[in-house]
């Protein structure tokens, strides 16, 4: 059995463990990003019917107020005040299932992008020169061959982003009280016909590989540094649990989202507004920019870290007890068994 199998076989392992943990965040975190964008509706209705009111009673001081109210909203376009509010409105008005809407998708995704993603990894670290027990990269070395993997895995990844976040925002403006999309297939096949495949399908692309290949530079160097740094002196990889792989994990999940978070907001805005789609990730970029400052820019960077922390943890964990399985029964490498007890301990 080849290294690049068990690489592939892991990875989806990892990739569709960790998407089920986090999937429910993740939505909250979409919603976050768009919620300027699309309550564009809800604020042009809500500043008509403010000013309507205010003309008819405007010696009232509570229809002033609410006035003002409405339309400092209607101003900044924004429907939730924070993460907590917009988990707790999405539940109450969508319902709890409403916060798996559209997984399908990017369950897929993960298990493509994770398998390609870990594949190419160990791939271009063989390329690199890499023997185990013989010639071992530094984690600068580690780290660009997380970043070339991120940029392959990019292509992979950014067809289920558009129908994750088309399913995620589905029916979140206000005043949508019908299904857009019937389910994953027909986001796909609606997107597909009416803006191609270029357009529709990687719309967003080159703010997925700004976020992809810094994230991933970050992420395999992140893992690999705090792992190398758990090794006890004297001690290798055999030494390292499956805990020790979590802490790595965890810890190279929020690296990878700090790296450039506002790659994602921008690449969220562009997969959910269609009026975005045919603008360049500059021009989108400093649209948000201009309107929100960066805030809007690192809206639902909180909610993405604190995720990241046990989806990031079960990904590596999974991927790393994964190809011990494999090596357990491999009569050629037994690099992972403890010879003491024979129990599955390390990489």
Same mark, same amino acid.
């Given at each position: ?97 409403? =916060? &798996? !809407? #559209?997984? @399908? *998708?990017? /369950? %897929?995704?993960?298990?493509?992008? $994770? ?5 190419? +990894? ?78 529709? =399908? &990687? !719309? #967003?692309? @080159? *703010?997925? /590989? %700004?976020?992809?290949?810094?994230? $991933? ?5 992140? +893992? ?124």
């Amino acid at each position: 059995m080849t290294e690049g199998y068990r690489d592939f076989v892991a990875g989806t392992v990892g990739g569709f463990s960790g998407k089920l943990l986090d999937y429910p965040l993740d939505t909250v975190k979409v919603l976050l990003q768009t919620q300027t964008s699309l309550s564009s509706s809800r604020s042009s209705c809500a500043t008509t019917t403010s000013a309507a009111s205010s003309s008819s009673s405007s010696a009232m001081t509570t229809n002033n107020a609410s006035t003002a109210s409405t339309t400092a909203s209607a101003t900044t376009g924004r429907v939730y005040r924070g993460a907590i509010h917009c988990l707790r409105h999405t539940i109450e008005t969508r319902g709890f299932l409403s =916060l &798996y !809407r #559209g997984i @399908t *998708s990017p /369950l %897929l995704g993960a298990m493509a992008e $994770n398998a390609v993603l870990f594949l190419s +990894y160990g791939e271009v670290r063989r390329m690199m020169g890499e023997r185990p027990g013989e010639v071992e990269l530094g984690i600068l070395q580690l780290a660009m061959a997380g970043g070339v993997a991120g940029a392959i895995g990019a292509f992979v990844l950014n067809p289920f982003e558009v129908m994750k976040v088309q399913m995620q925002v589905m029916n979140s403006a206000a005043g949508t009280t019908t299904r857009k999309y019937a389910g994953t297939m027909d986001c796909f096949v609606q997107t597909v016909r009416n803006e191609g495949i270029a357009k529709g =399908l &990687y !719309r #967003g692309q @080159t *703010s997925l /590989l %700004l976020r992809e290949i810094p994230g $991933n530079f970050c992420w395999y160097g992140t +893992y690999e540094a705090v792992c190398k740094y758990q090794i006890p002196e004297g001690g290798t990889k055999r030494d390292l649990g499956i805990s020790n792989h979590m802490i790595g994990g965890a810890t190279a999940g929020v690296a990878y989202w700090t790296a450039f978070y506002p790659a994602d907001t921008v690449g969220s805005q562009m997969r959910a507004n269609p009026t975005y789609a045919s603008r360049n990730f500059a021009d989108v970029f400093f649209d948000v920019y201009r309107k929100e400052g960066w805030r809007g820019l690192y809206r639902g960077w909180g909610i993405t870290a604190i995720r990241a922390v046990p989806a990031h943890a079960l990904i590596f964990a999974m991927y790393e007890q994964t190809i011990c399985l494999f090596r357990r029964f491999d009569p050629d490498t037994v690099d992972c068994i403890d010879e003491r007890s024979g129990s599955i301990s390390h990489f």
